[in-house]
């Protein structure tokens, strides 16, 4: 198997060269945050399963804390060595599903917004079930970011075969923004 290949923003990797048999892969995410006297930003990663107009299939296709997995199972939160770890068994990904939205949004604290200028050292990555690393795209955040939600990447089809870009997209209007978008009620 060959090296891991670090992304930059906006490239995309074949996963069919990365791995002998395209099956489950493990969306890693990691951060380092400030630290502060105050509240503590909390981040939270999640996973928008889309059809081929970019939107939701439904509302309980954003995988995130309140919803561990998608109604087919095949995208689902795992315990694992990053912060937070998203398995996405791509053999069971339903014909209709186009890509998955992978977003880390900061929690909303009422006693204190917080924006992604806290945070430091943010990455996503890719690995197979073993934990081998295939693709890692480091997130560059602009110093005094007002972003509060960010599209860290995404795991599409392209012409009947996996791919993964990197993108780092923020958004300044946090979850509400992103699932305005996606085409999500929350």
């Known amino acids: 198997m060959s090296p891991s290949i670090n992304l930059q ?11 002998p048999v395209v099956g489950t892969v493990v969306v890693g995410f990691g951060w380092r945050l400030i630290e502060s006297n105050g509240p503590v930003t909390e981040l939270v990663p999640s996973a928008i399963v889309c059809d081929a107009d970019g939107k939701a299939l439904s509302d309980e296709h954003l995988v995130f804390f309140n919803q561990l997995a998608a109604p087919d199972g095949a995208v689902r939160f795992v315990d ?10 791509l053999a069971a990904v339903p014909e209709r599903v186009d890509k998955i ?8 604290d009422l006693r204190k917004p917080s924006t992604y200028s806290s945070v430091r050292s943010a990455y996503f990555r890719l690995t197979d079930r073993s934990g081998t690393e295939l693709v890692r795209h480091d997130i560059v955040i602009a110093s005094g970011s007002q972003s509060t939600a960010m599209i860290f990447g995404e795991v599409y089809r392209h012409r009947g075969a996996w791919k993964v870009r990197a993108v780092g997209q923020g958004y300044s209007t946090g979850l509400k923004g992103v699932a305005a978008d996606f085409g999500v009620e929350i």
């Open 80 to 89: 694992g060595g990053d912060e937070e770890q998203i398995e996405v068994d």
């Open 9 to 19: 923003q906006g490239a995309n990797a074949s996963l069919g060269e990365l791995m």
């Open 101 to 108: 939205v992978f977003v880390v949004y900061i929690d909303p």
